[in-house]
C-alpha cells in the first residue's frame, strides 16, 4: 500500500522528502536485514516484512531534516534515522499483539503475527529494538563517542517507561477509566510525542547542538506531537478504514477518553490548528531551511490516514 498519497500534496514541498525518505530507510533495512540461510531466516524476514515497504517515515523525514538544517551529513543522519524507525516498527508489532491491541491489518497487509505467528512477532519485535540501538552506537554513524552516547540515551529515555512504553502502559489503563484531559494529554506525550521528539532531538545532537541550544526545536516537536495525537483521535473516529490501512473507532468500541471525546470535534480541530501555528512559530528564527518542518507541522492535520 502506498502511504504517500495524494493528501501529501496539500503539504508545501512535503511529496518529494517523504518519497526520498521512504526509499532511504527502505534501503537502509534492506542492506541491514540480509537473510541467512540457517534457522533464523524466518526471524529476518519477518523483520523485513515489518520493516520494509510501509509507514509515512515522519520520525526518519524529522530527524534528517533537523539535521540538514544543521549541516549534518545525509547519509549519517539517515543511519540515525532508520534507528529511530526501528523501535517505531518495533513498537507497532508488539501493539497488534493479541495481548495488546489484538489488531489484524497494518499498512493495509496482515500483521506480523497473522502473517507469521506470535512467537515470531514477538521476537521480531525485541530484535529491531536491538537493532536500532547497534546503529546508533556504530562509529559509522558519528566519530564523536559523545554524540553516539547521547544518541543512545535520548533514544532510550524516548522508548521506555518514561517514554512511549510508559504512554502505552497509560493507554491499556485507560480502558474503563475515566481519564481527565491534563491525564490523556501526559499519556499522548509519552505514547506518541516522546518518539516524535526523540527525532527532532536526535538530529540536533547530530550536529553537536548544545542543550540549552535546543530549546526551540523542543517546543516545536512538543507541540507537533499533540497536534498530531488530536489529528489521529479524529481519524480515528471519522477516517476510512481502506485509506488507513489499519481498523478503526477502536478507542471509542473500548470507552477511551481522546482528545475528540473530551474536547469535542469542533474544539479539537481548533486546538490542532493552534499547535500547529505554535510549533511552526518556534521556528522563526531559521529561514527556507525549515520549510519541511513547517510543513510536516501543516501535513499531520491535514492528512487523510
Same mark, same amino acid.
Given at each position: 500500500?502506498?502511504?504517500?498519497?495524494?493528501?501529501?500534496?496539500?503539504?508545501?514541498?512535503?511529496?518529494?522528502?517523504?518519497?526520498?525518505?521512504a526509499r532511504e530507510i527502505d534501503a537502509s533495512f534492506d542492506a541491514m536485514l540480509s537473510v541467512p540461510e540457517d534457522p533464523r531466516r524466518?526471524?529476518?524476514?519477518?523483520?523485513?516484512?515489518?520493516?520494509?515497504?510501509?509507514?509515512?517515515?515522519?520520525?526518519?523525514?524529522?530527524?534528517?531534516?533537523?539535521?540538514?538544517?544543521?549541516?549534518?551529513?545525509?547519509?549519517?543522519?539517515?543511519?540515525?534515522?532508520?534507528?529511530?524507525?526501528?523501535?517505531?516498527?518495533?513498537?507497532?508489532?508488539?501493539?497488534?499483539?493479541?495481548?495488546?491491541?489484538?489488531?489484524?491489518?497494518?499498512?493495509?497487509?496482515?500483521?506480523?503475527?497473522?502473517?507469521?505467528?506470535?512467537?515470531?512477532?514477538?521476537?521480531?519485535g525485541d530484535s529491531l529494538h536491538a537493532l536500532a540501538f547497534e546503529i546508533i552506537a556504530d562509529p559509522v554513524t558519528s566519530g564523536d563517542?559523545?554524540?553516539? *552516547? =547521547?544518541?543512545? $540515551?535520548? @533514544?532510550? /529515555?524516548? &522508548?521506555?517507561?518514561? +517514554?512511549? !512504553?510508559?504512554?502505552?502502559?497509560? %493507554?491499556?489503563?485507560?480502558?474503563?477509566?475515566?481519564?481527565?484531559?491534563?491525564?490523556?494529554?501526559?499519556?499522548?506525550?509519552?505514547?506518541?510525542?516522546?518518539?516524535?521528539?526523540?527525532?527532532?532531538?536526535?538530529?540536533?545532537?547530530?550536529?553537536?547542538?548544545? *542543550? =540549552?541550544?535546543? $530549546?526551540? @526545536?523542543? /517546543?516545536? &516537536?512538543?507541540?507537533? +506531537?499533540? !497536534?498530531?495525537?488530536?489529528?489521529? %483521535?479524529?481519524?480515528?473516529?471519522?477516517?476510512?478504514?481502506?485509506?488507513?490501512?489499519?481498523?478503526?473507532?477502536?478507542?471509542?468500541?473500548?470507552?477511551?477518553?481522546?482528545?475528540?471525546?473530551?474536547?469535542?470535534?469542533?474544539?479539537?480541530?481548533?486546538?490542532? *490548528?493552534?499547535?500547529?501555528?505554535?510549533?511552526? /512559530?518556534?521556528?522563526?528564527?531559521? +529561514?527556507?531551511?525549515?520549510?519541511?518542518?513547517?510543513?510536516?507541522?501543516?501535513?499531520?492535520?491535514?492528512?487523510?490516514?
Open positions: 500500500m502506498n502511504l504517500v498519497s495524494a493528501d501529501l500534496t496539500r503539504g508545501v514541498g512535503l511529496r518529494e522528502p517523504l518519497v526520498r525518505i524466518r526471524l529476518i524476514e519477518a523483520m523485513r516484512y515489518a520493516a520494509i515497504g510501509g509507514g509515512k517515515r515522519l520520525r526518519p523525514l524529522l530527524l534528517v531534516s533537523t539535521a540538514e538544517m544543521h549541516a549534518v551529513d545525509r547519509a549519517a543522519a539517515v543511519r540515525a534515522a532508520t534507528a529511530i524507525e526501528a523501535i517505531h516498527v518495533y513498537s507497532l508489532i508488539h501493539d497488534d499483539l493479541p495481548c495488546m491491541d489484538d489488531d489484524a491489518l497494518r499498512h493495509g497487509k496482515p500483521t506480523l503475527h497473522r502473517a507469521f505467528d506470535e512467537a515470531t512477532a514477538v521476537l521480531a563517542p559523545f554524540v553516539r *552516547a =547521547e544518541l543512545v $540515551q535520548t @533514544l532510550a /529515555g524516548a &522508548s521506555g517507561a518514561w +517514554g512511549m !512504553a510508559g504512554g502505552q502502559m497509560m %493507554d491499556i489503563m485507560a480502558e474503563g477509566e475515566v481519564f481527565d484531559l491534563p491525564t490523556v494529554t501526559r499519556l499522548q506525550q509519552l505514547k506518541t510525542g516522546a518518539l516524535l521528539g526523540a527525532a527532532v532531538e536526535m538530529g540536533a545532537i547530530l550536529a553537536r547542538l548544545p *542543550a =540549552e541550544g535546543r $530549546q526551540h @526545536l523542543r /517546543g516545536f &516537536s512538543r507541540d507537533l +506531537g499533540l !497536534a498530531f495525537q488530536i489529528a489521529d %483521535d479524529m481519524l480515528d473516529a471519522e477516517g476510512d478504514e481502506a485509506l488507513a490501512g489499519k481498523a478503526l473507532r477502536k478507542d471509542a468500541d473500548r470507552g477511551k477518553q481522546t482528545f475528540l471525546t473530551l474536547l469535542g470535534p469542533e474544539r479539537a480541530r481548533e486546538q490542532a *490548528a493552534m499547535l500547529v501555528e505554535q510549533a511552526i /512559530g518556534h521556528l522563526s528564527g531559521y +529561514g527556507e531551511e525549515a520549510d519541511i518542518l513547517r510543513a510536516v507541522a501543516r501535513y499531520v492535520v491535514e492528512r487523510d490516514h
